[in-house]
Every structure is written in C-alpha cells, then in structure tokens.
C-alpha cells in the first residue's frame, strides 16, 4: 500500500511511539486520526500537524467509543484503511509481593487495555476496512499492532504485561488467516526499550544499567525508528501474519 493513500487511525497517537508514527505517517502524505484520551497533547499534535490530521478522544476498551472514533474518521477522511495500535499500560506487581497475591483487578486491567483494547479496535476497524475498493494486489486495509519483547523475555514483576503482549503475537497469525479473504494484512511490532515517557521516569543511572545489556546499537530504541518499520510494513505487501523484533538484539535478563 502507498502511504500516500493511506488514512490511518493510531490509538495512543498523542505520545510516544503513537506520536512518533503519526509525525511519520503525516510526513509521508497520509491522513491520520489521532485516537488518545489526553486531549491537550491530542489535539496540540493534530494542530500542528494540520488538516490532514485530527484527534478523537477515545478509550480502545469501550466499544462506543472506537465506533465514534471510527465514524468521525471516515466522515472526515471518506475511509479508513490502516490501524496502529499503540495504546498500552505498564503496570508492574509481583504475584506475591510485600502486601500479597497479586490483586486480580490489576491483572485484569492491564489484560484489558493492552489486550483486548488491541482486540476491540481490530474487529471493529476490519468490519470498516472490508468497505475499502482494493488496490490493485486486492488489499484493502493493514493492522499493525503493539507488542513487546516482554512478551518473549518476560522479567519478574511482569506477569500482566506480558500475559498481555503475549496475547497479542499468538492471535496477530490467526486474525491474519482470517482477514486475508478480506484482503487485509496484519502484523505486529515487538519493540525492546525505547525511548519513550515511561523510560523518561526512570532515574538515569537505572536507564544506564538498562541500556549496558543491550548488544548493538548499545542505546535506546527512538521512536522514528519504531515509526518508519510502521510505514514500511504499509508499503510491503509480502509482511503478514508476522511478529517482528524490533529490539537491537536484546534479550532480558530475568530482573
């Protein structure tokens, strides 16, 4: 697909690598929607973008609201045909930690978002993406979603993340199965460490002892990078069905 016929919805579009791939989208000729529930920083970037981009609030857990989200894209942009999914949380917890088990409720929430917010804006973009007049290899829409190499490397503390981003490499094969009668290619993205707001948090010396176990590039991830293999699974036709490791050959240690 030429991202220059590209309209693009990319949930937590507002920050980070959502950010970085709208900026990288845009600059490519797409038209984007940034979908985030900060709207200060959500409609700044889609200002300063201009009338190729635009910004609607919107939680990926609620139908509702991705079905808005949804009908103000193709309303203002007349289609929709390729979905980024980066809206995610980080919530750390031990299974048994100085307070106890784990609470199921945290457990539960970080599924919700990571996982079956990934899910809920899927579904519900392929039901509009199917509406799309093919090109001329029969495609009509991309997903791309957000995992992490966490899914693979799991460290302690991690049992909801990467229960979640897990979920999302094993269904990223069978939904492409599916949608493939659709003309529709989906792929995922398992980034290493990136930087990004959660990063920023963290005390220098922690990012440095982070950054030592990285082999090369020995640095952090920046998110243009993680943006353009965004735009170049847009452009090639033959990535599907796939999980690539985006992570400069890293692998976690346990903590």
Known sequence: MDNQDVVALVTGGASGLGEATVMELAKNGAKVAIVDMDSAKGQKLAATIGAEAIFVNADIVSEADIRQALRKIIDTFGKINVAVNCAGIATPGKILGKKGPLPLESF???????????????????????????????????????????AFDGQIGQAAYCASKGGIVSMTLPIARECADYGIRVVTIAPGLFETPLMAGLPPAVKEEMVSTIPFPRRLGKPAEFAALVTHIIENTMLNGCCIRLDAALRMPPK
């Open 108 to 150: 539960n929430k970080v599924l919700q978002v990571n996982l079956v917010g990934t899910l809920n804006v899927i579904r519900l973009a392929v039901e509009q993406m199917i509406n799309n007049t093919p090109n001329g290899e029969g495609e009509k829409g991309v997903i791309i979603n957000t995992a992490s190499i966490a």
